[in-house]
């Protein structure tokens, strides 16, 4: 009898040891999956905010049939205040979103999870923040229409050209589209000799290697004394882009850049490629350009 009680006894150890386990592989694997969607620098959508965090973590108290504080977090909808609903978000502001803001606190009623439940990871919580610091968007197709179109997001940019600096098209057309292959940090690095045999593209510096930016140069032709255009100088990075249109390479699915995000790295250039616009902003000179349809009237003097 000792003998049959002590077997099951470490049977019982040994199930709840393993579940425990399974639990934490898990854990483990939502949060890989985030820090992966994070460092791609990729939108998000409220899917992915849905299957990583708050299906597990919330549903049980915040769904339809059993909505806690009025707060349904089942779809993106009511997560977003429709049908009475609570509304959690304000878009591109988490530090205003309940939602946010909840899964900040330590202790209190409005901590949330609520303190008897395991809490967030840290990748959960930066994942909210991130999301809806994006724009809150419900799917992240092109037909998206819970975010602002690119064109909006740049419109500040396109009328004050002057101030797009390395910041602003890292953030929107290199890390995006490009530093997947040519990074060293990208998720495939170095991919097919990207960076070894193409262009470093992996900081500020690196793009400069190779003719990769010349500043205020796009596309320029040098005539030789026999008349003929012979030579093209200016920046590599913008001609693969947009004149051969080589880059990215559309044969492993990636997909050449629209216009907007052309025009930004565009305007980038011919205003000297800078990398920081608030340590230069006060001594800003801008002079007429002639070609104004295209450059907003004023460049700044690379001289
Ligand atoms: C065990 C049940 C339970 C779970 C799990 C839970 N909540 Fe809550 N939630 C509550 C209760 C109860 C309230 C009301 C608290 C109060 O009295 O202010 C609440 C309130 C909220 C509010 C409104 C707070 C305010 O003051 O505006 C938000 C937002 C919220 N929860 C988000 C979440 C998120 C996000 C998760 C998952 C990460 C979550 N909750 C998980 C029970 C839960
Ligand atoms: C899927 C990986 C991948 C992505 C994404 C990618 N590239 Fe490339 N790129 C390569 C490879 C591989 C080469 C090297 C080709 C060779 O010369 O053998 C290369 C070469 C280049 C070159 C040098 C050759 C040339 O055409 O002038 C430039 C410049 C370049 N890439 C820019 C970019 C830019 C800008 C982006 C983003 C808009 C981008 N690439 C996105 C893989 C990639």
Redesign the pocket.
Known sequence: MMKLIGILFFTLVFVACSAEHSKNDKKQNVDERIQQKLSSGGDISFDFVFQT??QD??L???SSSRS??N?N?STYDFTLGASDF?S?VFKFEPDKS??Y???QLTSG??A???S??SP?SQAQKDL?FKWIEQGAKGVTTPGDKSGPSKGELFKTYFENPETIDYQVVNKQVFVKNCLDCHSNDGLKPDFEGAIQYGQDMSDYKALFTDNGIVPNKLVDYVVNQDGRLRKKTGSRIYKSIAISQTMPPTEYGYKLLDGDSMKLLRLWIKNCAIEDYNSIKDNDTLLEEDDSDRFNGKVRDCS
């Open positions: 965090v708050l973590n919330c049980e108290c915040h806690d504080s707060v977090l609570k959690t309940s939602l803001q909840t899964t009623k409005r949330m999870p609520p008897d439940r967030l909210i």
